[in-house]
């Protein structure tokens, strides 16, 4: 049931990932598997395909079948210089009435879309999570407020570590 | 064997704020290992939170979220004492689930 | 280009140390301590003087504030837990580590190193959580991290806030020439990059080396162990010193090596009376 999912490859696509950018081979192995091999299906409820598209539009598309425009009224709190790429803090909220779903995408990873939050009626439209970021980045913030997409930016500086402190 | 879920619930005037640390990889399924191999992607897909049998918070996560992932939010109500269910499942049909008691 | 500018500062010019001072009868740890301690609060007067022990953070708003975000659920907290565990668990022979420790080893971290005047040699934590295991028919743990990390960051928890209490016993010639050799150690330059630990953390504290802001020498085991962020895990007061040899590009001396178990002696008798604030994390 657990299908690991490296195992699975042919050797021919073990060959083809090797030499090719991995970020979109990997996307492209998977959908290859998905159509040949029957593997653990993923948690009931998760947008598996939105998690996998590379593009913001693409991803708020699938996600919620809509576009959406600047907000000032959505907040975004992101360092300007993150510590480490693998642990950023982001702190999402906003005065939106009646939010239903706050989403957070990083412009430069992989995959844009990192994480989404269904907020129930009764729960405030606010989130805070740490995120991982490949490098150097817009991380945009996503409300869902009213039926209405609603959205704030900020980039935030990746950089490679030193020496340590 | 302790829990995978950390939970710390804690009910104001007339909201409780919730925050979660749980420990897990979260290997994306981009990175290497120490023999140039691939590491599968393992990670959390989703994260469900439920008081007084209605559900307050899910989270939907994938690889892009840290390690040992931290998530905070606040829903109205809740009490000191009541019950709050947190329950994960992951990419690999792995699960936990953790009761804690708001404080 | 500022970065640049320290390692061509740093390489030519002959750090002229106020702080090294030859082992004479006019130097001592005392003075040492207060021309130390003199050296980086008039550096950084806007620092208080307990905030040193948080390195980088002391150093930089940015950085401090997400640090200040994460220590609200802090990556160290399955370490801890583990390590509490681990600290309780009788061994084979039904014994535990307290029974190796003062006061069953709560509160006992800021009083490490100290000097054994029985074998003559510099006991960090680290040493005596291994000694204690051997002693009682255990497998001694690895230094660099895992349990090792868990037990001192149980350790240090229980001590937190603790201030360090370092003695060099007085008219003991041995315990005085560890501190010495430790002095020397910190302030000796090695490996192809040609860095002595003062090089980056006396002479550049708050500066940037590439992407990364350096730590002040003052203060700089209180966080010990730590969840460093680029190592996606816990490390050691061994396996940092085992990794800034590395990173100087030096051949790292093996964990525990007397040599740094004397420098862990001289810093932390530096840092006297500020608090242990470990396990901590870092960048």
Not at chain 2, 28 to 39: A, C, H, N, P, Y
Not at chain 3, 200 to 227: D, F, K, S
């Amino acid at each position: 049931m657990n299908a690991a999912r490296g195992g699975f490859l042919s050797p021919t696509r073990r060959g083809l990932l090797k030499g090719a950018a991995l970020a979109t081979v990997f996307g492209a192995g998977m959908n290859m598997m998905r159509s040949v091999v029957a593997f653990a299906a993923d948690a009931a409820g998760w947008p598996a395909e939105a998690f996998k598209l590379k593009s913001q539009a693409d991803t708020l598309k699938a996600l919620y079948g809509k576009t959406a425009e600047a907000s000032d009224k959505v907040k975004l709190d992101a360092p300007e210089i993150a510590e480490n790429g693998a642990v950023v803090p982001i702190s999402i909220s906003t005065t939106l009435p009646k939010v239903t779903s706050i989403s957070v995408m990083v412009a430069e990873n992989p995959n844009a879309l990192a994480a989404s939050y269904k907020i129930p009626e009764g729960t405030l439209p606010a989130v805070s999570n740490r995120l991982k970021m490949a490098k150097t980045s817009m991380v945009i913030a996503v409300v869902e407020s009213d039926g209405k997409l609603y959205s704030a930016s900020k980039e935030v500086k990746v950089t490679v570590g030193g020496c340590g402190g | 064997m302790a829990s995978t879920i950390r939970v710390r619930a804690i009910a104001g005037a007339d909201s409780t704020e919730v925050q979660a640390l749980v420990q897990h990889p979260m290997d994306s399924g981009f990175v290497k290992d120490s023999k140039g191999e691939l590491i599968p992607p393992h990670h959390i897909e989703t994260v469900q939170f439920e008081t007084g049998g209605k559900v307050v918070f899910t989270a939907l996560w994938g690889p892009a979220v840290s390690k040992d992932p931290f998530v905070k939010f606040t829903f109205k109500g809740g009490k000191k004492g009541d019950d709050l269910k947190i329950t994960w499942v992951d990419n690999k049909g792995s699960t936990d689930t953790t009761t804690a008691k708001i404080a | 280009m500022r970065h640049l500018v320290i390692l061509a500062t740093v390489m030519t010019c002959a750090f002229a140390p106020p702080l090294l001072a030859e082992t004479t009868a006019s130097s001592s740890p005392e003075k040492d301590f207060t021309a130390f301690r003199h050296y980086f609060t008039s550096k950084f007067p806007k620092v208080e003087l307990n905030d040193f022990v948080n390195g980088p953070y002391s150093m930089d708003e940015g950085l401090r504030k997400q640090w200040v975000e994460k220590e609200v659920f802090p990556p160290y907290d399955f370490a801890l837990d583990h390590g509490k565990e681990l600290f309780e668990k009788p061994f084979k022979n039904g014994k535990t580590f307290a029974d190796c420790f003062d006061n069953k080893g709560i509160g006992v971290r800021q009083n490490y190193p100290y000097f054994d005047e029985k074998t003559n040699e510099v006991v960090t934590l680290e040493l005596a959580v291994n000694q204690c295991l051997e002693k009682n028919g255990e497998k001694p743990y690895n230094y660099m991290k895992d349990d090792m990390a868990a037990v001192t960051a149980y350790m240090a928890f229980t001590s937190r806030g603790k201030p360090f209490d370092i003695k060099i016993p007085k008219d003991n010639p041995k315990a005085l020439e560890a501190y010495e050799k430790g002095k020397q150690y910190f302030y000796q330059r090695r490996g192809q990059f040609n860095f002595s630990c003062a090089s980056c953390h006396v002479q550049a504290p708050g500066e940037r080396i590439r992407a990364e802001v350096l730590a002040p020498a003052l203060g700089i085991l209180n966080a010990m162990p730590i969840y460093r962020s680029e190592w996606g895990g816990m490390g050691t007061i061994s396996r940092r010193f085992t990794s800034c040899n590395s990173q100087v590009r030096g051949v790292p001396l093996k964990p525990q090596d007397p040599e740094y178990r004397n420098v862990e002696y001289y810093l932390s008798y530096m840092a006297n009376g500020l608090p242990i604030s470990g396990p901590g994390a870092r960048p």
